[in-house]
């Protein structure tokens, strides 16, 4: 039976990692003489740097490839073909679907997809639902508003082009979407973590259903770091009685990294189809041992219409060098994404990851999901405030719960803050990806 | 254990499907039915070869 069957493909994931590091050797020397003939962008900018196709001759050749960074795309959507710019590299008759980044960082950055790539994107999630435990009998909801965000679009694809029965639950408002998986018994969904737990919320509090007995078995989280936050994982698991995957991706990449269903603290990169490197962030310096954290620069090397060749996603990451139990040769990522190098801050001269306040958050029992940073200053003096709320009945337990939380904010983030408890619903409420994070210094 | 399956022999019966849709493509020059049709099997190919395809006859350097 094709259900038994652990691996998407039961060659490519195994493959011995020497094979792997040719077969990346062999595409990227593929991808990047493309890219070289058919993108004037990446052409002015190779030949500035004094590199052509016939220079990559061995792996350590990649690193002296220039790298792309998203600010380099914005400026060239300005030009033609209208609206991608020149680094198109099919006919614009041969785009078959546009997508835009969020513009979480920025002004938006306009994606082109050709018909071979949209295929491609679903591909590289066939993988992703094939290792979480999606098989062609699952019917999957799918919660999402199917808009000019890729999100949750080339999951969709994928889980038809694995076989299951797919639920667009488009337009349905959050009540509606959970009436609909009680009707239809769907067994697997998609989301945001911070939806996925506001969806949980809505169903016990406002549907009067206990979401943990509606029949989901496995949820795919994507946009957000928190289905790799330990706190918010489990919180979402309890909360649905399900399991909960991570899944990394974004629109000028495709979907690079999943969690497989051995969940072995982190995320494997998928190294058939993306070569992910490692660099420094103060030094460049390119890091192939474990334990250090650098920033991402991956290449997808497949993508044809517009490339993604070394480009600069600033997702912090570290390699895991133990072998995973599922099997898969894969390599693994520690932890998942552990930041954005625009996310992690400087207060009062230590270094602050919000995940790791997210983290504290969610362990502890008497708090609700929701919480805000304030990072502020005064006079010479930054400041740090958490807005969290307090669940019903705890109101006792204020004391308790305020010692704890300064005691583990003290330990996991260095850092002594200003605390403010709110009644449960106050703190504002997000549907797709959450700003719960605000430093006001940088504020013009 | 599950035998290794055969790349060789897949990915020979993966560019049979490919020259007869190349084929297809252009005798359907005026007939957007089968080209479009056909463009689409290419492109079904094309995710064959990734996972079969690439890896035959790869060498370690």
Wanted: negative net charge.
């Amino acid at each position: 039976m094709i259900s038994e069957q652990p691996y998407w493909n039961p060659v490519l994931e195994t493959l011995p990692l020497e094979k792997l590091y040719a077969l990346q050797l062999k595409k990227f020397k593929s991808i990047f003489r493309w890219t070289y003939e058919n993108s004037r962008f990446h052409r002015s900018l190779y030949d500035e740097a004094g590199i052509t196709p016939s220079d990559i001759r061995e792996f350590k050749d990649i690193r002296h490839v220039p790298i792309v960074e998203k600010s380099m795309m914005r400026c060239i959507q300005c030009k033609d073909p209208y609206p991608y710019g020149d680094c198109l590299c099919v006919p614009l008759e041969e785009v078959s679907n546009f997508r835009q980044t969020s513009g979480t960082t920025g002004q938006p950055v306009y994606q082109a997809d050709s018909m071979q790539d949209w295929d491609w994107w679903a591909e590289s999630w066939a993988f992703i639902l094939w290792a979480q435990g999606y098989r062609p009998s699952d019917r999957v909801f799918i919660p999402f508003g199917y808009n000019i965000f890729v999100a949750f679009w080339a999951g969709h694809y994928a889980a038809e082009k694995i076989g299951c029965e797919v639920v667009p639950g488009g337009v349905l408002d959050t009540q509606s979407r959970i009436l609909k998986i009680q009707e239809l018994k769907a067994t697997a969904m998609m989301g945001t973590p911070t939806y996925m737990l506001g969806m949980a919320d809505t169903a016990k509090n406002k549907v009067g259903i206990d979401p943990g007995t509606l029949g989901i078995r496995r949820i795919t989280c994507a946009g957000e770091p928190g289905a790799s936050v330990p706190a918010t994982k489990k919180r979402m698991e309890e909360a649905w009685n399900a399991k909960v995957f991570d899944h990394a991706g974004a629109t000028e990449i495709g979907a690079w990294s999943y969690e497989c269903l051995d969940q072995p603290g982190g995320m494997h990169v998928n190294d058939a189809l993306f070569l992910v490197e490692i660099e420094d962030i103060e030094t460049g310096e390119i890091i192939d041992e474990p334990g250090r954290r650098g920033k991402m620069i991956i290449t997808a090397l497949d993508r044809m219409a517009m490339p993604c060749v070394r480009f600069d996603s600033k997702d912090v990451i570290e390699w895991d060098t133990n072998p995973c139990s599922c099997g898969r040769t894969f390599r693994l990522i520690k932890g998942g994404v552990l930041g954005r190098v625009d996310d992690i801050t400087k207060v009062r001269g230590v270094l602050l990851s919000p995940v790791a306040i997210e983290d504290v958050v969610r362990s502890i029992d008497g708090l609700g999901d929701e919480y805000e940073v304030v990072v502020d200053k005064l006079g010479e003096t930054d400041t740090i405030s958490l807005k969290v709320e307090l669940l019903p009945g705890n109101e006792n337990n204020a004391g308790r719960i305020e010692d704890q939380l300064r005691h583990q904010l003290r330990l996991k983030t260095n850092l002594a803050y200003s605390i403010e408890f709110h009644d449960l619903g106050k703190l504002p409420r997000y549907e797709v990806k959450a700003r719960r994070f605000k430093d006001l210094r940088k504020t013009p | 254990m599950t035998a290794q399956p055969d790349m060789e022999k897949l990915d020979e019966q993966i560019q049979r499907i490919k020259q007869a849709a190349l084929a297809l493509s252009e005798m359907g020059d005026q007939f957007p039915a089968v080209k479009r049709n056909a463009a689409r099997v290419l492109v079904s190919v094309k995710m064959l070869e990734i996972n079969v395809s690439d890896i035959v006859g790869l060498t370690i350097p």
